[in-house]
């Protein structure tokens, strides 16, 4: 399989995850998702089939590769290696979904904007839940009609 191909199947495998937690975030599947450990094993093989792919093939893995900005390139530089950076953030923007929802399983639909940050921009994601954690955490009151 090419690289371009792989990242084309890779790309989907957690989308039906991030779908069920933004448009139905309290259904049984949601709550089943946010326990469940085999799409983070699965994620974490794929990373590890790419890794291994990425090294076979040529990668630019040496000692000073976590040292420098020019050592991180190097290993960006071949498609394997972007494919596996690419699964890495994957694997843990949705798996920090995960611990968003467990962290606030009453947050409902209120947690829909932060996990679409998280999807997208990961870290502003992590940083949008902290600010309106106690919001999001909070079970929804009961009306008063």
């Not at 085999?38 to 990373?47: C, I, N, R, S």
């Not at 390139?73 to 979904?97: E, I, N």
């Amino acid at each position: 399989m090419n690289p371009e191909t792989a990242f084309q199947i890779v790309q989907l495998l957690p989308l039906p995850i991030w779908l069920v937690w933004i448009l139905l975030p309290r259904s049984h599947a949601a709550r089943h998702l946010a326990t469940a450990d085999w799409p983070w094993m699965l994620l974490a093989a794929v990373y590890v089939a790419c890794f291994t792919t990425a090294l076979v093939s040529g990668g630019k893995l040496r000692p000073d590769s976590f040292k420098s900005l020019s050592g991180m390139m190097r290993l960006f530089a071949s498609p394997w290696g972007a494919l596996t950076g690419w699964v890495h953030y994957l694997c843990f923007d949705t798996f920090v979904a995960r611990w968003m929802m467990n962290r606030a399983p009453a947050g409902g639909y209120r947690l829909a904007p932060v996990l679409v940050a998280t999807m997208m921009f990961g870290p502003i994601g992590l940083l949008l839940f902290h600010v309106a954690r106690r919001w999001l955490i909070q079970p929804d009151l009961p009306s008063t009609t």
